[in-house]
């Protein structure tokens, strides 16, 4: 047991710092698209775009490892962690300026995003002492939620885009939202082991599917100027959060702990910290070096 937790941690640090790390690299390499840029400074901000998409792209491995190796809990108990790396990138390289609430929200965030990981790992330890079944799935709960957020999202999406408010929130929270639902899918489609048949597991496949929506809509969010250093914390809010409560809603014996509904509190108020300051509409002062 030891041997595996160590093991999920590794590859759950792997994946936050390479998750995040692209994101900061895509973020710098989104002006590629801008026609204010000229030809060698597009030329240098392709080549950080293409390496962050690749290591955006190619995340699913760690996640697939983990999961084989450890649980989904363990993996994702360190998630947090990677904001930190994405918080010194922005500062360095993207040129954010990122200002005392928007630390301290980012702060709550990672503290409470990485106790939640912790509250997952502690209740899938009592699960397996309880020999408690996950493999119960209510499809009409999940079919529901679903559907719901299928059409909540691209709401909030279209008011946001049209009313230019609060860009790098909402789009960070969609885009989490959607990497909650690839990481919750993946957890089902490997809920019996990891075979052969897990990967013609439709509900397995589909995770790919909310993966890419992920992207998509982050790189999105890049494009309409969004702040780095905001979008990411929204989006690692959900991407944790998400999991907890859709898991706990599909999965038949699941338990969500008031300790998980502290800590959600926790990261609420950090979302709340980090956007009581209008998002600057455009980002002009990425170093060109």
């Known amino acids: 047991m030891a041997g595996n937790l160590l093991l999920g941690i590794l590859f759950g ?3 936050t710092t390479q998750l995040h790390v692209a994101k900061g690299m895509e973020r710098y390499g989104i002006e590629i698209f801008s026609r204010k840029q000229s030809l060698k400074e597009k030329g240098k901000k392709s080549l950080v775009y293409t390496i962050g998409f690749i290591l955006n792209q190619t995340i699913f491995i760690w996640q697939i490892i983990g999961n084989a190796v450890s649980t989904a809990t363990v993996f994702s108990a360190v998630f947090g962690i990677g904001l930190i790396v994405l918080m010194i990138f ?14 301290m929200g980012a702060i709550l965030i990672i503290i409470g995003t990485i106790f939640v990981g912790y509250t997952l790992f502690e209740l899938e330890l ?25 059409i909540l999202f691209p709401v ?5 885009i049209k009313t230019s408010i609060a860009i790098s929130l909402i789009f960070g929270l969609v885009a989490g939202a959607c990497g909650g639902i690839d990481n919750t899918l993946k957890h089902l489609g490997m809920i019996k082991g990891l075979s052969l048949e897990t990967f013609l597991n439709p509900i ?7 993966g890419g929506f992920a992207f998509l809509i982050t790189q999105w969010g890049f494009a309409k100027k969004a702040k780095a250093s905001k979008l990411v914390p929204s989006y690692n809010s959900l991407y944790i959060l998400l999991p907890v409560f859709l898991e706990g809603l599909i999965i038949e014996g699941t338990i ?15 979302i709340i910290l980090m956007n009581i300051l209008k998002d600057e509409p455009e980002i002009t002062n990425i170093n060109k070096d």
């Open 13 to 15: 640090l792997f994946n």
């Open 90 to 103: 922005s500062k360095k390289y993207l040129k954010e300026d990122i200002q005392k609430l928007e630390l």
């Open 126 to 150: 009592f699960y397996q002492e309880m020999e408690i079944d996950q493999s119960n799935i209510n499809w009409a709960n999940f079919l529901i939620i679903i559907i719901f957020l299928l």
């Open 156 to 160: 909030i999406l279209i008011f946001s």
């Open 204 to 210: 397995f496949l589909l995770s790919f599917l909310s």
């Open 256 to 270: 969500i702990t008031p300790l998980q509904l502290i800590f959600t509190f926790i990261i609420i108020i950090g």
